[in-house]
């Protein structure tokens, strides 16, 4: 089963025909990673591969797929800007485990409440927001601490059928993705020191906090270890820090 490969193969081909497409160097032993997860007749074998490009306006475009039969998809895709634009975060978090399918789509702001960032990143996907939420219902409360990170746009349901994934989610995930390169082909470069260190203090903050709160980590450790996990989430996931110190 390869549930989110059709997104994945979606973007990565939306992004090359839109964007001045490069590649973003993968650490070694994380473009792709093979283990085990069950016993017995319950089994099964997980793939996770990593994929990274970059543009000029976009520091890192990522993604961590993760495919282990029925019971475990995972797609998580993620656009970091240059840190001298104020665009959002895209994020869009595709996860199936046996419980059930969890999908959470946003453009996630670095001012969140700040009435001219709404304006101009919020209120143009509303409609868009809107459309999708009508057939793809809230999916219920998530954690207070994390409500600073999300637009009032963010689409977060928990829908029933596979087939519903396949079909009202990829067009919703289709849709948020091509707004967000719309935005992307607008922005403009920010000069001003005291926005840039804004900005940088941002992206800190939604870097540090979704390194530190990272759902998968627990998956990730069961199936590769610690060590591997650790690495991979600050090396490569959220690996602005480290980027920071190379610089420096």
Not at 175 to 192: H, K, R, T, W
């Amino acid at each position: 089963m390869t549930l989110y490969q059709p997104f994945l193969d979606y973007a990565i081909a939306t992004l090359q025909q839109r964007l001045d497409l490069n590649p973003y160097l993968i650490p070694p032993g994380f473009e792709r990673k093979e283990g085990t997860m069950g016993k017995g007749k319950r089994q099964e074998d997980v793939l996770t591969t990593s994929h990274a490009f970059k543009s000029p306006k976009l520091r890192q475009i990522r993604a961590a797929h993760v495919q282990g039969g029925a019971s475990l998809q995972v797609l998580n895709f993620v656009i970091f800007p240059e840190l001298n634009y104020d665009l959002p975060f895209f994020g869009a978090d595709l996860v199936t485990l046996p419980g059930g399918h969890l999908i959470a789509l946003d453009m996630q702001p670095l001012f969140r409440d700040d009435p001219t960032y709404q304006t101009k990143y919020t209120e143009p996907i509303l409609p868009i927001f809107r459309a999708h939420q009508q057939h793809l219902t809230w999916g219920g409360d998530f954690p207070e601490e994390a409500q600073p990170f999300f637009s009032p746009a963010f689409l977060w349901t928990r829908p029933q059928e596979t087939e519903v994934v396949e079909t009202r989610v990829f067009e919703a995930f289709k849709d948020y993705l091509n707004a967000y390169l719309d935005f992307v082909a607008q922005a403009e470069p920010i000069s001003n020191p005291q926005e840039t260190k804004q900005i940088l203090q941002a992206q800190r903050r939604y870097l540090d906090y979704r390194a530190e709160k990272d759902p998968a980590r627990g998956m990730f450790t069961r199936l590769y270890g610690s060590e591997w996990t650790e690495e991979y989430i600050h090396g490569f996931l959220f690996d602005l820090e480290r980027k920071l110190q190379t610089a420096s």
